[in-house]
């Protein structure tokens, strides 16, 4: 099972710094792909569990790559393939407000 690493982290620490978590309703998210891996990439793939609206998690993708200048995938689980979504949930590791 992956675990966090440097960029897990960075991400982890973007989201309670900037209140996150609580201005867009999330309990936690999930890391998964090349950054789930430790392996360096252009992008951030995000798991979200939550249900939230399409506008808001538009706005938090906006605003994560603003803050981490790296481009963000948000996967939401309830619409994903269920390909995707089981891929996805062999190597997420999750952030969380702790």
Known sequence: MPVKNSQITELENTMIQNNLFERFSLSRIGVFGSTARGEQSNDIDILIEDNVDYKSLSELRD??????????????ARYANPIVLHRAKKEVVYVTKH
Request: glycine share 0%; proline share 0%; no cysteine.
């Open 63 to 76: 605003e994560l790559q603003r803050l981490m200048n790296k481009r963000i995938d948000i996967v939401i």
